[in-house]
């Protein structure tokens, strides 16, 4: 696959290679995209994270906790109290495991999947700017980037579970 190149409109400050910069600009590039998500969230009254949940179970149907977070991308002991919320509301089921009774399985309730129903046209469209304003091919270059990065950097840190 080749990779596009980077916009020649783009223009970079000197210090984009200093020490500490892929951290800020990461952090300000998540920060401008969860932006975008925050109205429409709220109109649904969903966090960020909460939705992160609903999507996941949405997209993966039944999972435990564990591949849960691994899915939204949170920490487990966040998860706790982002379930116990989606629970209280009806959007989740918390349910024992057929064949594991030891085990918890979390899918989305009937007011979640109606309100993913509800949402997910909402989300399209806000995915679909971002899409427009990056330019298809940056786009896509982006989403194959940081899924490489990802990958490469696991080894380089505990693991999810362990970190604070």
């Known amino acids: 696959m080749t990779q596009p190149s980077v916009s020649p409109t783009l223009s970079f400050d000197d210090d984009t290679a200093q020490p500490g910069t892929l951290l800020v600009d990461l952090m300000a590039t998540r920060d401008s995209v969860k932006e975008l998500y925050r109205e429409t969230l709220a109109r649904f009254d ?35 109290r982002i379930l ?10 918390a349910a024992r495991d057929p ?12 007011a979640g999947r109606a309100m993913m129903a509800a949402l997910t046209p909402e989300i399209d469209r806000i995915e679909s700017r971002l899409r427009a304003a990056l330019g298809a091919a940056q786009h896509d270059f ?7 990065a990802r990958a490469a950097l696991q080894d380089l840190h505990p693991p999810r579970g362990l970190r604070s």
Do not use: F, K
């Open 99 to 110: 064949m594991d009774a030891r085990r918890t399985v979390l899918s989305l309730g009937s």
């Open 142 to 148: 982006l989403l194959h980037s940081l899924a490489h």
């Open 84 to 93: 116990n919320s989606l629970e209280a509301r009806g959007l989740i089921i």
């Open 46 to 80: 969903l966090t960020e994270q909460q939705w992160r949940v609903l999507s996941a179970l949405s997209r993966c149907g039944t999972l435990d906790a564990t591949r849960l977070a691994e899915r939204a991308a949170l920490l487990p002991s966040s998860l706790t």
